[in-house]
């Protein structure tokens, strides 16, 4: 008897909740959304004024709004309707404010927000970072970069700086010229259900960068990115959130030029408490990488239910067709553009801090190269388990093999080697079990082993199905 009211008060109070958030339409605030004219000013004034009350600035469809650099605040549910888009503008004159602090070397802001709360980027809409725009020409497996003085213009797309309950949701976001979503000092994170598309020839487009950030759950999103995927970080610039730690990510798919995992390379102080599962990497020159080349160190990471396809590239991207590499150099020094911000302050070379309790595991992978585990000396790899991982290596492109790249390492950054199914260097307890390794039909000479192994200490391998490329000719283990 009582159930139809209570249903009418149910959906009463839903209408109330929903009428109570208010919504700030940006063209009600004078954006044009012409695709020709800079809306900034106008999409600030909306979310300026949202953020005192709280509530849903719109971008309405079916336009483009074309804007400069702008600021997200507290308080605000940035909504991207299906249809609408927000276009950065092509002008470099417009990106003044570098994306580092006072290292001016590696981009800018375009969208940005610093010590912010209770923000949302929602809707099915675009953000295009409009990356093409800010290139030199295209070559055949990437753009030139253009030259720069001090200030490198090209934007990065979003860059929260030290916030906390950021949700960016269901969103097409992407086209960067350089990062794309940048996450620095944030705590209590969500990011699920994007879709992030960057040319794959487009250096430097990392898709998301989770930097000295913290409680960060990263789900069911599709990301194509010409550099990293989805990279975990702590950048010298920003060493006052300390470490990066309590990270998910599950359900996801990937594909990059370069590295689709990636924790480092920059790392002074601790990555920890990761777990990536149930993702699907595609196409890429690396598929998992843990890459420490400072002093920070990483701990108690887990992979698992992974499918990586991988192929080897050009010497443009990083990588050699490592389906997994775990490896501890320390940086090189060297000219490079940005170096007096790579050390600690005042040094000219740094050290490399450890990596220990990395577990594999239910991994497929496909490539042209295997597994690679190498450090510069035995303390700096420890406890480091590989559990029903599959290895299948065919030679599939024309790029040149037989070739690990442990770059940026002031030794050697390209190492010659045989291509074996797992290549162990230098390491402290490493565990192989119920794993295999096969060969396709195309296997050069330099294909070898279903398990290499040069100074490691406590090697435990069991159920290990696999021979070496030419059985004949070598045997399956070599220690």
Same mark, same amino acid.
């Given at each position: 008897?009582?159930?139809?009211?209570?249903?009418?008060?149910?959906?009463?109070?839903?209408?109330?909740?929903?009428?109570?958030?208010?919504?700030?339409?940006?063209?009600?605030?004078?954006?044009?959304? %012409?695709?020709?004219?800079?809306?900034?000013?106008?999409?600030?004034?909306?979310? %300026?004024?949202?953020?005192?009350?709280?509530?849903?600035?719109?971008?309405?469809?079916?336009?483009?709004?074309?804007?400069?650099?702008?600021?997200?605040?507290?308080?605000?549910?940035?909504?991207?309707?299906?249809?609408?888009?927000?276009?950065?503008?092509?002008?470099?004159?417009?990106?003044?404010?570098?994306?580092?602090?006072?290292?001016?070397?590696?981009?800018?802001?375009?969208?940005?927000?610093?010590?912010?709360?209770?923000?949302?980027?929602?809707?099915?809409?675009?953000?295009?970072?409009?990356?093409?725009?800010?290139?030199?020409?295209?070559?055949?497996?990437?753009?030139?970069?253009?030259?720069?003085?001090?200030?490198?213009?090209?934007?990065?797309?979003?860059?929260?700086?030290?916030?906390?309950?950021?949700?960016?949701?269901?969103?097409?976001?992407?086209?960067?010229?350089?990062?794309?979503?940048?996450?620095?000092?944030?705590?209590?994170?969500?990011?699920?259900?994007?879709?992030?598309?960057?040319?794959?020839?487009?250096?430097?487009?990392?898709?998301?960068?989770?930097?000295?950030?913290?409680?960060?759950?990263?789900?069911?999103?599709?990301?194509?990115?010409?550099?990293?995927?989805?990279?975990?970080?702590?950048?010298?610039?920003?060493?006052?959130?300390?470490?990066?730690?309590?990270?998910?990510?599950?359900?996801?798919?990937?594909?990059?030029?370069?590295?689709?995992?990636?924790?480092?390379?920059?790392?002074?102080?601790?990555?920890?408490?990761?777990?990536?599962?149930?993702?699907?990497?595609?196409?890429?020159?690396?598929?998992?990488?843990?890459?420490?080349?400072?002093?920070?160190?990483?701990?108690?990471?887990?992979?698992?239910?992974?499918?990586?396809?991988?192929?080897?590239?050009?010497?443009?991207?990083?990588?050699?067709?490592?389906?997994?590499?775990?490896?501890?150099?320390?940086?090189?020094?060297?000219?490079?553009?940005?170096?007096?911000?790579?050390?600690?302050?005042?040094?000219?070379?740094?050290?490399?801090?450890?990596?220990?309790?990395?577990?594999?595991?239910?991994?497929?992978?496909?490539?042209?190269?295997?597994?690679?585990?190498?450090?510069?000396?035995?303390?700096?790899?420890?406890?480091?388990?590989?559990?029903?991982?599959?290895?299948?290596?065919?030679?599939?492109?024309?790029?040149?093999?037989?070739?690990?790249?442990?770059?940026?390492?002031?030794?050697?950054?390209?190492?010659?080697?045989?291509?074996?199914?797992?290549?162990?260097?230098?390491?402290?307890?490493?565990?192989?079990?119920?794993?295999?390794?096969?060969?396709?039909?195309?296997?050069?000479?330099?294909?070898?082993?279903?398990?290499?192994?040069?100074?490691?200490?406590?090697?435990?391998?069991?159920?290990?199905?696999?021979?070496?490329?030419?059985?004949?000719?070598?045997?399956?283990?070599?220690?």
């Amino acid at each position: 008897m009582m159930k139809k009211p209570i249903l009418t008060l149910i959906i009463f109070c839903l209408s109330l909740s929903v009428a109570a958030q208010k919504i700030y339409d940006v063209k009600k605030y004078g954006a044009k959304g %012409d695709g020709k004219t800079n809306d900034a000013i106008a999409i600030q004034k909306a979310i %300026d004024a949202c953020s005192i009350t709280g509530g849903q600035v719109l971008i309405p469809a079916p336009f483009t709004f074309l804007t400069g650099p702008f600021n997200v605040k507290s308080n605000v549910d940035l909504h991207i309707e299906g249809g609408a888009r927000i276009l950065a503008s092509p002008d470099e004159k417009l990106y003044a404010e570098s994306a580092f602090r006072e290292n001016k070397g590696e981009g800018t802001i375009w969208i940005g927000g610093k010590n912010i709360e209770n923000f949302t980027i929602s809707g099915n809409g675009k953000i295009d970072g409009n990356g093409i725009s800010f290139m030199g020409a295209e070559e055949e497996d990437a753009y030139v970069l253009k030259p720069f003085n001090v200030l490198d213009p090209r934007p990065h797309v979003l860059t929260i700086i030290g916030g906390k309950n950021i949700r960016i949701k269901d969103v097409h976001i992407g086209n960067s010229a350089y990062w794309t979503i940048h996450l620095v000092g944030c705590n209590d994170v969500v990011i699920s259900g994007i879709t992030l598309l960057n040319s794959l020839k487009v250096r430097n487009s990392d898709g998301i960068d989770l930097d000295h950030s913290k409680n960060v759950r990263i789900s069911d999103c599709y990301i194509e990115s010409g550099d990293d995927c989805i990279c975990l970080k702590n950048r010298r610039e920003f060493e006052e959130f300390g470490a990066c730690e309590n990270i998910t990510v599950t359900n996801c798919t990937m594909t990059s030029s370069s590295c689709a995992i990636k924790i480092g390379s920059e790392n002074m102080d601790a990555i920890r408490q990761v777990v990536f599962n149930n993702c699907i990497i595609k196409n890429s020159n690396r598929g998992v990488g843990i890459q420490n080349r400072d002093e920070g160190t990483v701990s108690d990471v887990i992979f698992s239910n992974m499918i990586i396809e991988g192929r080897l590239t050009s010497d443009t991207w990083w990588g050699k067709a490592e389906p997994i590499y775990v490896t501890a150099y320390s940086r090189a020094s060297g000219n490079h553009k940005d170096a007096n911000w790579r050390f600690p302050k005042g040094a000219t070379e740094g050290k490399v801090g450890a990596i220990s309790n990395i577990y594999f595991s239910n991994i497929q992978c496909t490539s042209e190269n295997g597994v690679y585990v190498s450090a510069e000396s035995k303390d700096k790899i420890n406890n480091v388990v590989f559990d029903n991982v599959s290895v299948f290596i065919d030679k599939t492109t024309s790029n040149q093999g037989g070739v690990y790249d442990r770059r940026p390492s002031k030794l050697e950054g390209f190492v010659k080697g045989s291509t074996s199914g797992f290549y162990f260097d230098n390491a402290q307890r490493i565990k192989v079990q119920s794993c295999s390794v096969l060969w396709g039909k195309n296997k050069p000479d330099y294909f070898a082993y279903a398990i290499e192994s040069k100074n490691v200490d406590a090697l435990i391998i069991s159920n290990l199905e696999g021979q070496s490329a030419f059985p004949d000719e070598l045997e399956a283990v070599k220690k």
